[in-house]
């Protein structure tokens, strides 16, 4: 996301603005509701725009009635829309099926779905809209579909501008491109690569699937692994000999609408930035971890580039350059404005301290932590604070500090109550202040409900993780545009979005899976938003589906990544394995189950199937990868099978473990994580 400075001088402006429809569409009322569905047995409301006293569920194929219900008043005078909002609540419909909801005024929602696995499309398309951000590679045909095209900023990809460190060419392709335009930015692939490590870390097995069908698709590793991989050997190239790590790649302005492999012009690489290297040093520590149990030798690769950005670091206390990133003169691309580095090395420091138990990262850690309070407000790309609180929090190392664990999590339930009552106070359930309909309002949308649902992982009431899905209904449709803003989700979805490939490709569709900004109250120059709406519009009003409205329809890495971590925790369908023919048979024989109890103390049952005989080892390792418990079971029959692990009369510290089986060497199973508490 950009601040206002960052693009006041804007993307080329586009005079589509006579034929776009208003921002309702529709004559009578809006009845909103989650265009992806409802799960049978979760809440559901539809709220509606204009008054009706009862309401029908009608079954979309049959056209029968299936429920008949009162309205219920949702807000008198709702802040965020200035409207009176009513609610259609047909929770006591549970029955799996395809309808739409039907007021007795006579407005009509558009079709949904009851079922409970209503969000794993939605994962999936949104994780697969990091795979059509890839840049330096062409997006094949067959994994692609009508969104392919020829590899993209190849070759020359990049020089470093007069004002670097270096000079000369340097080989700098691959990654995601930022948003709807063509540039790469450190920082912002900061909070994007943090969150969805972040996702995989504290629920592996919900973010595990293997067929979200990209090139990477069936080869045993999670595909939210491979796809932050690509962005990740783009964020090596970018980090100078002595650790220090540049702030960007772009052409000094922005590009027309073109595809990107005909995208013409220079790219360059600007200076050096601390904000940059403090994220960099953050996300390559994670990753450290993370990889760990599938590829020592790139998570050492990337543990070493972490350590040394942190030395660079270190030597250099003060923020680079002074005040902070600046664009040069000429250069109109991104700016990522943030005069404080305090947060991306904070980051920086847990996110070491947790991958190699770095002592002067600790307590660089414990020193500054809650320096500015903690969990204050939803991380952003230029505050990464949230994510350095949350990851010690969930963190696992002999001589963390439990006292400080225990502040962190109280100050998040604390934050997750405050986000509750925004959520009672609004209409629509939108967990946000009405001031925080800004620039890329969706992406702090989903922050919230990704802290109400880590909040819930903390032991906070369940209440928490029903406001989180109420975020995604918003999301989804239930919004005064009764609109999905998902591209290719939902029945009415974004068509316009400001990205350059969907308005250049020649396809009808947008590419699919990308989330567009949303309401921003503050118009920013942008002159479609300006053309609509005044300071004095309520601000969820302030959006139009409009590729010309850079401000409240662009689309970016750093808003799809918190949508991939909710709708990835709500999906029920998980996929969890191949199904691409050709790959190794192996792991689709055998399923490993949730150890139970989790957590434990003492010892837990640990339990699997496996479709033929084979030799099975039980392994257990630590959050580095280093072997804790290894347990050959020798050659087990063909069905279930359990085992104990003992903790007792070990010295493992309390904390989260990997376990997965083994066969003649090699991992045979998925990887699953236990949590011992001593
Ligand atoms: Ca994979
Ligand atoms: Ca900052
Ligand atoms: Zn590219």
């Not at 690769?301 to 670091?313: D, F, G, I, P, S």
């Not at 790309?381 to 190392?397: I, K, Q």
Request: aromatic letters at 10%; one cysteine or more; charged letters at 15%.
């Amino acid at each position: 996301m950009r601040s206002f400075a960052d693009r006041m001088l804007g993307p080329p402006l586009l005079f589509v603005a006579m034929l776009v429809p208003g921002t309702s569409g529709q004559a009578g009322g809006i009845v909103a509701v989650d265009q992806a569905g409802y799960p049978s047995l979760a809440r559901k409301n539809a709220i509606v725009t204009v008054y009706a006293d009862s309401f029908q569920v009608i079954d979309a194929a049959t056209r029968t009635v299936k429920h008949r219900g009162a309205m219920d008043m949702a807000s008198l005078g709702d802040a965020a829309t200035g409207m009176e909002l009513y609610r259609a609540d047909f929770t006591a419909l549970t029955l799996p099926g395809e309808y739409l909801v039907r007021t007795s005024a006579g407005d009509s929602s558009v079709h949904f779905t009851i079922s409970d696995s209503s969000y794993s499309p939605v994962f999936r398309a949104s994780l697969k809209g990091f795979f059509y951000q890839r840049c330096g590679v062409s997006l094949p045909q067959p994994v692609a579909g009508l969104w392919w095209h020829s590899a993209c900023h190849t070759s020359s990809d990049a020089m470093f501008h007069a004002t670097a460190e270096s000079t000369g060419v340097a080989q700098a392709s691959g990654g995601w491109h930022d948003a709807g335009d063509y540039g790469k930015y450190v920082v912002n692939a900061g909070i994007t690569v943090g969150t969805l490590l972040m996702a995989y870390e504290w629920f592996p097995s919900r973010f595990s699937a293997d067929n979200i069908q990209i090139p990477e698709s069936g080869n045993g590793i999670p595909d939210l692994l491979d796809e932050t991989r690509h962005e990740l050997t783009w964020l090596f190239t970018m980090q100078a000999a002595a650790g220090g790590v540049f702030f960007k790649i772009t052409k000094p302005q922005f590009e027309a609408f073109v595809m990107p492999e005909n995208d013409p012009g220079q790219r360059y690489i600007y200076r050096l930035s601390s904000t940059a290297t403090g994220d960099f040093a953050a996300m390559m520590a994670r990753a450290a971890r993370v990889y760990r149990p599938f590829d020592s030798t790139f998570s050492a690769k990337c543990l070493a580039a972490a350590v040394r950005a942190w030395q660079y670091l270190q030597a250099s206390p003060s923020i680079i350059p002074t005040g902070g990133f600046k664009n040069p003169a000429g250069t109109v691309t991104g700016e990522y404005g943030d005069s404080d580095d305090s947060d991306e090395r904070l980051w920086a420091a847990v996110e070491l301290y947790l991958a190699n138990g770095d002592n002067a990262a600790h307590t660089y850690f414990l020193n500054n932590y809650s320096s500015k309070g903690i969990i204050t407000g939803a991380m952003s790309w230029g505050n990464v604070r949230t994510l350095a609180e949350c990851a010690y929090l969930r963190g696992a190392r002999a001589g963390i500090n439990a006292t400080v664990q225990e502040s962190i999590r109280q100050s998040l339930l604390t934050y997750c109550q405050s986000v509750i009552t925004l959520r009672d106070n609004s209409g629509f359930r939108t967990a946000i202040r009405t001031s925080d309909y800004y620039w890329g309002s969706n992406s702090q949308v989903m922050n919230n409900a990704l802290l109400l649902i880590l909040g819930k992982a903390a032991g906070g009431s369940q209440e928490l993780e029903e406001a989180a899905l109420e975020q995604l209904h918003y999301i989804l449709g239930v919004n005064v545009h009764g609109q999905s803003f998902v591209t290719g989700v939902g029945a009415r979805s974004t068509l316009r979005p400001h990205h350059r490939p969907s308005g250049s490709d020649g396809v009808a569709a947008p590419v699919p899976g990308l989330l567009s900004g949303g309401p921003d109250r503050n118009i920013n120059d942008d002159p479609v938003l300006a053309a609509r709406f005044t300071a004095s519009t309520p601000p969820a009003l302030c959006y139009v589906d409009d590729q010309g409205s850079y401000a409240s329809n662009e689309i970016a890495v750093n808003w799809n990544a918190p949508l991939v971590f909710v709708a990835g925790f709500f999906a029920q369908d998980l996929g969890s394995t191949s199904v691409s023919p050709g790959s190794d048979p192996l792991p689709r024989e055998i399923r490993l189950n949730q150890n139970f109890p989790n957590p434990f103390n003492g010892s837990t049952v640990i339990s699997f199937s496996l479709s033929r005989a084979m030799d099975v080892d039980v392994l257990v390792v630590d959050l580095l990868g280093q072997s804790v418990s290894s347990m050959r079971l020798g050659r087990l029959a063909a069905g279930e099978h359990r085992t104990i692990w003992s903790a007792e009369g070990s010295m493992l510290s309390s904390g989260s473990y990997f376990y997965f089986l083994a066969s003649a060497g090699r991992t045979v199973s998925d990887v699953r994580t236990l949590v011992l508490l001593r």
